[in-house]
């Protein structure tokens, strides 16, 4: 763990406790939800010194930081979870203004896109339309040359909430799901992004399973892809 020396100043202590919290977050082994709730305890204890006023930045980025760890718990009480990391994202990105820190809004939006698209609460149609309209605000600035990886997971987060909104005929919102999927696996190759990649393909045999029958074409390409 990181250590936290007494002396620090407060606002550096704060900001030792934000990366103890990023450490945690990014732990690979064992059960994550431990770990998980010592990030969030630590990024809530650095929001204490964090001052909205003098702070802002930091306040936004941890902000940021409690989103996602809100968003890895694996809760049962979903419902809850995800309403607090969209709470936390919103507050986040009610600070960070994208014309001097584009990434980090960029990424608020995508993170509370991929809340809003699971979040159980309140329509789920409409949660999913909003989660698009977050990701397209996010491929504003994340772009397949300078930023692959966000680039291609954003993609990735329009064709799942695709998925979930209702029915059409045509189906266009499952041919622009398919779309976005093969997208993202021109960045998520299986020897570069093993992981990303089979998520991918998963999501991409849902969306080819929603066609219809007529669609004999798509089905073909995305099978062999």
């Known amino acids: 763990a990181l250590a936290l020396p007494a002396e620090a100043c407060p606002v550096e202590r704060a900001r030792l406790l934000r990366q103890r919290g990023r450490l945690l977050t990014l732990r690979e082994t064992g059960d994550p939800e431990p770990a998980l709730r010592e990030a969030i305890a630590a990024y809530e204890d650095a929001l204490l010194v964090f001052s909205l006023v003098a ?9 940021l930081d409690l989103g996602l760890a809100w968003q ?11 309403e607090a990391a969209i709470g936390a994202h919103r507050s986040a990105l009610s600070m960070l203004d994208p014309e001097l820190f584009p990434h980090a809004w960029a990424l608020g939006q995508a993170r509370i896109g991929d809340a809003l698209a699971d979040n159980p609460v309140g329509d789920a149609f409409d949660n999913r339309r909003l989660a698009l309209e977050a990701y397209a605000r996010a491929l504003t600035v994340f772009d397949r040359q300078r930023d692959p990886v966000a680039w291609a997971r954003t993609r990735n987060g329009m064709g799942a909430a695709l998925q979930g909104l209702p029915w059409q005929d045509p189906p266009e919102h499952i041919q622009q799901a398919l779309t976005a999927h093969r997208d993202a696996l021109t960045v998520f190759t299986r020897e570069d992004h093993p ?12 969306a080819i399973r929603q066609l219809p029958g007529e ?3 798509e089905r073909f390409q995305g099978a062999i892809l």
């Open 215 to 217: 669609h004999a074409e």
């Open 195 to 206: 992981v990303d990649w089979a998520l991918t393909h998963a999501w991409l045999g849902n």
């Open 55 to 63: 702070h802002p930045l930091d306040w936004a980025l941890t902000q």
């Open 72 to 82: 890895g718990l694996p809760n049962p009480d979903q419902a809850g979870v995800l």
